[in-house]
């Protein structure tokens, strides 16, 4: 591992963050630069602080101390996430022989000198009672990989001998605060201090110095690692895949979702669902198709701090039989369930204490021939897990080459996973109301379709948006990416008349989310015509798209909600054309009849599956500057002749003829989708009018 430090950029720091003043804007620096490396810390991992002076309203200078505030990352710091504190005062809190969490944290708010800065780091308190100026703390890989084994601390005397203290794992609060000062003291001249099983602290004068120095301890792990590894043995190659990861991956991924939705009793909002983040790198692939892989898979995690996002073990499959895979996740995931529950039954009984049962479905599946499945609450979510597992296993996988791997006894890691602090957050979020669940919008560059999309999005859905169109489509994603997240869709290119093009959509989704809950089948043509001068191939071409497109999306999308086995919703996007067509519009007011008729047998076939299919009917949906509706910019100008007038008329015409003279929107036709998907009345089989009002359209 290389120094990234270079003095100009400390001095473009310095400069950019004048106003801060040098020492908070070097501390920013090295702090990116721990942060940018995804092998030093991750996600909100690793913390660093700086001691210096604040001054009060009084004109007071006062002893201080920045320290990373929790909800910053490393890598993205700025000066408002290093909150500022009396250290005088912190200092003097080490005379004490105990302090809890919640005091601890109590302590750190009401010495801030900003009340409205974020809570300080839970290791806040390590940093204040260690005298150097600068202080790093990272979860190091190579600082893992020497460390979670059974003779860690002997290598770690043998690699750094007098340059470090070692200090036995202690969960972070103030008791391993004090120990490290202690273990410090007992040693004035170390340049830092390695945690074992948890990771490495480096401190010195200056920005420079701290962070070189970390860079030096993590670089000596790396290279003994290395050396080690040139005479250990690699893992064996057992399972041979007779397919491709990708094929098992759609297979596999829609029933395990289901398998790992939990049941909540209440029949509006039947299931707590996740969200999959799948990954099979040739790294992942030769670890789960080792013949080591059970053995090297069911051992703790790296860093406590992980268990929040990992738990303590991986859910694996040991030997998959593809032809019976259903079976085998299922009992694999009632198996896990029930080792969770003993495992909190029997730590709560050991501690002799109270806590709150986490859910107990695993975060991380391991299935040879297929690789990671990471679940999360969010696709974020499982990104994080997903992150810190590929690093697990490069660590473990590493550990395997050089040694035993060894992981902290459940006791620990349960004390982290039930920690106090976080035990208090429970509850207390109010999730969206489609948090967890992932919908699919056909014709999604579209006017309506991007609406709608947007609409599940703002409640909490994640959505795969798909139309033909790729270069719409993708500016469609950009747009919405750029509002509300790069998680929260994906855009997959479909042509909803081709049966093996939806079969792949469905597949991708799979492979993407995991699964969906909410089908929306929405793409669709016009074409406006007398019924003599209509083409037997425009004809075709409508029904083909309004009709055939709606069915192969139905019928696969039955297809997958069956296999999750938790419901869903299909919402169709029909029209008020079908209860009041208009002249000159036969194949588009046929095809849209038919996709209502459909709807509706589908919804007495589906109830039984929990799943709801209703129909929303739009009136005429105008496009904007930023969605034109590519069918109303076709069909506009032939529709304003059938109905006698100019074509930018047209727009007025339709708010006209409704009772609420009002202009139908794509976000009302997405407010309707939502009003479907969460369950509001117990409805199927219906069709709900946006139109405005027209009487002629009164569904009877
Ligand atoms: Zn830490």
Redesign the pocket.
């Given at each position: 591992m290389k120094s990234r430090y270079s003095d100009e950029d400390a001095a473009g720091y310095v400069e950019k963050f004048r106003d801060a003043g040098e020492d908070v804007a070097l501390r920013v620096y090295t702090s990116q630069l721990i942060g940018r490396d995804a092998s030093l810390v991750m996600h909100g991992?690793?913390?660093t602080s700086v001691k210096g002076h604040w001054t009060n309203i009084l004109g007071e200078r006062v002893p201080a101390i920045f320290v990373k505030g929790s909800g910053w990352n490393l890598d993205t710091i700025q000066p408002p996430g290093l909150p500022g504190l009396d250290l005088h005062y912190l200092k003097k809190l080490r005379e004490l022989d105990a302090l809890t969490d919640e005091e601890m944290v109590n302590q750190l708010r009401t010495h801030m000198f900003d009340a409205s800065g974020p809570n300080p780091s839970v290791?806040t308190l390590l940093h204040a009672f260690l005298p150097h100026k600068f202080v790093d703390?990272?979860?190091a890989d190579a600082i893992l990989a020497i460390t979670n084994r059974p003779d860690g601390e002997a290598i770690v005397k043998e690699l750094f001998g007098e340059r470090i203290g070692i200090v036995r794992y202690v969960m972070?609060g103030f008791e391993l605060a004090k120990v490290c000062a202690d273990a410090y003291e007992a040693n004035p001249n170390v340049e830092g201090l390695v945690?074992l099983k948890?990771?490495l602290f480096s401190f010195g004068e200056t920005a420079q110095e701290s962070y070189d120095r970390h860079i030096e301890l993590v670089t000596l792990a790396e290279n003994w690692l290395a050396a080690e590894r040139k005479k250990g043995s690699e893992l064996t190659p057992q399972f041979d895949a007779p397919a491709e990861p990708r094929m098992f991956a759609a297979q596999v991924a829609p029933v395990l979702r289901g398998l790992l939705a939990e049941a909540t009793g209440e029949p509006d909002a039947p299931y707590k669902r996740m969200v999959l983040e799948w990954r099979h790198t040739p790294e992942i692939m030769d670890f789960v198709n080792a013949a080591e892989f059970s053995k090297l898979a069911l051992t703790g995690p790296l860093?406590p701090?992980h268990v929040i996002r990992t738990k303590a073990l991986p859910m694996i499959i040991a030997e998959p039989d593809f032809g019976n895979i259903e079976e085998q996740l299922a009992e694999a995931v009632t198996e896990y369930r029930r080792d969770y529950n003993d495992y909190f039954d029997r730590i709560v009984e050991q501690k002799k204490i109270e806590r709150t049962r986490l859910d107990d479905f695993p975060r991380i599946v391991l299935i040879p021939g297929v690789g990671l499945m990471a679940w999360g609450e969010t696709k974020k979510a499982a990104r994080i897990a997903a992150d810190i597992y590929e690093h697990t296993i490069r660590v473990k996988t590493l550990v395997h080459a050089t040694g035993e791997y060894e992981a902290l006894p459940e006791a620990d890691l349960f004390d982290v996973e039930y920690w106090s602090l976080e035990q208090a957050k429970l509850g207390k979020a109010k999730p969206k109301p489609l948090q967890g669940q992932i919908a699919i919008v056909t014709g999604a560059a579209g006017a309506i379709g991007s609406a709608v999309a947007e609409s599940l999005i703002q409640a909490g859905a994640h959505v795969v948006l798909s139309d033909l169109d790729a270069e719409r489509l993708e500016e469609t994603c950009d747009a919405l990416g750029e509002k509300h997240g790069k998680d929260t869709r994906r855009g997959v290119v479909c042509d909803v008349t081709d049966e093996h093009s939806v079969v792949a959509l469905f597949d991708e989704v799979a492979r993407l989310f995991g699964g969906a809950d909410i089908i929306v089948p929405n793409a669709g043509i016009a074409m406006s015509r007398p019924i003599e001068e209509l083409e037997t191939d425009d004809w075709q071409r409508v029904m083909n798209v309004n009709l055939n497109g709606y069915f192969l999306v139905m019928r696969e999308g039955a297809k997958l909600l069956r296999r999750q086995g938790t419901g869903g919703h299909m919402v169709v996007i029909g029209s008020k054309n079908v209860m009041a067509p208009g002249a000159e519009f036969a194949a588009y007011s046929a095809s849209k009849a038919a996709a209502h008729q459909l709807a509706k047998v589908s919804a007495m076939e589906l109830a039984k599956e929990g799943v709801r299919v209703n129909v929303i009917a739009p009136d005429a949906v105008f496009g904007n500057d930023r969605n034109p509706s590519g069918l109303w910019d076709e069909v506009g100008p032939d529709r304003a002749k059938a109905h006698g007038i100019e074509f930018k008329q047209l727009e007025d015409h339709y708010r006209n003829r409704n009772l609420l003279r009002t202009r139908v929107t794509g976000k009302h036709v997405g407010n309707a989708v939502v009003f479907f998907a969460t369950n509001q009345t117990p409805t199927t089989g219906a069709t709900l009018p946006v139109d405005g009002g027209i009487v002629g359209a009164f569904p009877r």
């Open positions: 991992g690793g913390n290791e703390h990272s979860h972070p945690l948890h990771g860093t701090d």
